[in-house]
Structure formats: structure tokens, C-alpha cells
């Protein structure tokens, strides 16, 4: 059965420092997406990517976000100077199309730590 | 806004008791409704969903029906098994977005 994968599962960093967190969504999807849930509260949405561009963003996804489709299959969230409050579960996903009814489908979550 | 609340966890239960994960919702629009699952090391999966009033999503034992009135969408199980130990989310997304919005997701552990 197909799934979305992420890498690493666990990423810890320097405050300041950049990270990358890598997804591959199902391959015959189309919109992809990234949510972080910090411990204890809320899952919450960043971004969603259609067509090599941002279709949608949360207050979240600040300058310091950003992502990429570099190639056929990754997806990439890059977080350019980390706080400690990015620490948190980072979920990637995806969907075959915009259609509300359709779910995403989520990876493992990389968990990102940020001393 | 748009938003789901969740019922607190953790939730432990001995095997062959009947669950209720409660969850309602805020919506300015004409929300589907959702019930991901995730497991120990695992994505959310999706458990079961519901995309109008009065719809009853169904899956694995699981049950969910979309109250517009009461603005919920509880979910319930007759007979939990070890097995069911996860959390469980519930999610709404309206439809003039793909954004979900979960709420903070439910803790169970059944025990034998």
C-alpha cells in the first residue's frame, strides 16, 4: 500500500541553525502539505503546494518557512534560523486532489528538537 | 474560526469496554469531518469520516455520526480490543480549503 514517507524521524539542532525535513509523497498525488503539532497542543497547518507553488499558508508559516519540490518526489520543509519554539512534531501529507471530501494522508512526523 | 475540540486524554480501558471519544467543532462553513489514527511509530491514518448532516462513518468497529445540531461528531466503539491502543484525532476541513483543522488528539490504552 502506498505511504508517505519522512526523514529523519528525529532531528536535533542548534538554535539558529537550518533544517531541513524531508517528505516523499504517494506518487500519483498531486497537493501536498506540511503540519506540526508541538507537544501537548494542537495539530496545526502550515502549508499546502500545488503546482510547484504555495496554494495555502497559516499565520505559522512565517519568513522563516519555506518549501520545495526539488525533484520528482521529495517534498521539503526548510526552516531557515530555528527557534526553540519550532520544537515540535513535523507531519508531512498528501492528497490525490482539492476535493474536501478526500483525505490526506500523513507520514510518520519527524520530531524536531531545538536546543 | 474554524476549529475542533477534543475530549482530554489519556483514556485507559479494560478490554471489551464500550469508548467514547467526544469532539465538537467550530465552522464557518459547511465542514467534512474526519477521525484519524495513529499509531506507535505510524502517520495519521484515516479512521473514518463524515461529509454532510446526519452522516454515520463507520470503520474497523468504529462510529461516528455528524450532528450539525450539536455540532459533533463523537466517536464510539462497542467492544475495544489491546489493538485499538493509539490516539485519535478528530479534524474538520471546510470547503473552500484542503486546510485541516485537528484538535489535540486522544490518548487510549486498553488494557487485557
Known amino acids: 500500500e502506498p505511504e508517505v514517507t519522512q526523514t529523519p524521524s528525529h532531528q536535533v539542532t542548534q538554535m539558529g541553525q537550518e533544517v531541513i525535513l524531508r517528505c516523499v509523497p504517494i506518487s500519483n498525488h498531486l497537493y501536498f502539505y506540511w503540519y506540526r503539532q508541538i507537544l501537548g497542543q494542537k495539530v496545526e497547518f502550515l502549508v499546502s503546494?500545488?503546482?510547484?507553488?504555495?496554494?495555502?499558508k497559516s499565520e505559522i508559516f512565517d519568513d522563516q518557512f519555506s518549501v520545495e519540490r526539488p525533484d520528482g518526489s521529495n517534498f521539503t520543509l526548510k526552516i531557515r534560523s530555528t527557534k526553540l519554539e519550532d520544537s515540535a512534531m513535523y507531519f508531512c501529507?498528501?492528497?490525490?486532489?482539492?476535493?474536501?471530501?478526500?483525505?490526506?494522508?500523513f507520514g510518520p512526523g519527524t520530531r524536531l528538537t531545538v536546543l | 474560526g474554524d476549529s475542533v475540540t477534543q475530549m482530554e486524554g489519556p483514556v485507559t480501558l479494560s478490554e471489551e469496554a464500550f469508548l467514547t471519544i467526544n469532539c465538537t467543532y467550530t465552522?464557518?462553513?459547511?465542514?467534512?469531518l474526519f477521525w484519524y489514527v495513529q499509531y506507535p511509530g505510524e502517520g495519521l491514518q484515516l479512521l473514518l469520516k463524515a461529509t454532510k448532516a446526519d452522516d454515520k462513518g463507520s470503520n474497523k468497529g468504529f462510529e461516528a455520526t455528524y450532528r450539525k445540531e450539536t455540532t459533533s461528531f463523537h466517536l464510539e466503539k462497542g467492544s475495544v480490543q489491546v489493538s485499538d491502543s493509539a490516539v485519535y484525532f478528530c479534524a474538520l476541513v471546510v470547503r473552500t480549503s484542503n486546510q485541516f483543522y485537528f484538535g489535540t488528539g486522544t490518548s487510549l490504552t486498553v488494557i487485557p
Open positions: 465552522a464557518t462553513g459547511y465542514p467534512s
Open positions: 501529507a498528501s492528497s490525490e486532489a482539492f476535493r474536501v471530501q478526500l483525505e490526506q494522508f
Open positions: 503546494f500545488y503546482n510547484n507553488e504555495i496554494s495555502e
